[in-house]
């Protein structure tokens, strides 16, 4: 018995280890190296300062940041990129393996972490500079988070949440329900769930704030940000 719960605790180190090198295989060995390189072109643009302030509205705008940081900073930024892009789909099964334990037996999260490795498009999307790889790793990051109940987890969940947010903000209406989740928990004290729920809150409310801040400086405006459609039209 205890061996068999030894290894079911190593299980999330064994899927990050299973992943990291199934896919880096693909990554750097099978799959083209040249596909889907719009962030990188639109981050160096937005290096020389040759992309419009609207064309912005388009991208994800912490996942653009990050390719700007990258490739001002480092002097080989295309395998810093595909490192990271890694690393993110490497902890998704390992936080999809811990959220699925605390609800079924280890033997069936263990099956739905493999299900998510064999998963054709998040392998290919973990080669792809696209922020999907980095959009799920922060979304099962949230959820790992918010469903635990010690300190400081409701505050790492807002991280995360907020972090997501940034990458795909149509993800807000999901956001609007977890203060409510906490708030009807049965297992903790009513301070406490307050308490969760701000912690909560605030990273979110701030990367609200931080979008519409540079929606207002990029478009000189806060409301909802230009589609492809309406780009092309001004």
């Known amino acids: ?22 896919y880096g295989f693909l990554v750097f060995s099978f799959f083209p190296p040249t596909q889907f390189h719009k962030y990188v072109l639109a981050a160096r643009q937005a290096i020389e300062g040759a ?32 490192l990271a892009q890694l690393v993110w789909a490497s902890l998704s099964p390992l936080f999809l393996f811990l959220i699925l334990k605390k609800y079924v037996r280890p033997s069936v999260a263990a099956i739905g972490a493999a299900a998510l490795i064999l998963n054709p498009t998040l392998s290919v999307m973990t080669q792809a500079f696209e ?23 409701p505050l790492l969940s807002g991280g995360f949440a907020g972090l997501a947010f ?17 708030l009807v ?11 969760s729920v701000l ?25 909802r940000p230009r589609t492809d459609a309406e780009a092309r039209a001004a």
């Open 199 to 223: 912690c909560f809150s605030l990273p979110v409310v701030l990367s609200r704030l931080v979008r519409l801040s540079r929606n207002e400086g990029l478009i000189g405006r806060s409301g």
């Open 185 to 195: 928990r049965t297992s903790r004290a009513r301070a406490r769930r307050l308490t």
């Open 166 to 182: 940034l990458t795909r903000p149509n993800i807000l209406p999901v956001l609007l329900f977890v203060p409510v989740f906490f």
């Open 51 to 82: 992309l419009p302030g609207e064309r912005f509205a388009d991208f994800s705008p912490l996942y653009l940041l990050f390719h700007i940081l990258v490739q001002k900073t480092l002097k080989q930024p295309i395998l810093f990129l595909k």
């Open 1 to 22: 018995m205890e061996e068999r719960a030894g290894f079911t605790r190593k299980l999330p180190l064994l899927f990050f280890v299973v992943t990291l090198c199934l």
């Open 131 to 153: 922020p999907e790889t980095l959009g799920l790793f922060l979304l099962l990051g949230f959820f790992y988070f918010a469903l635990r109940d010690d300190w400081p987890s």
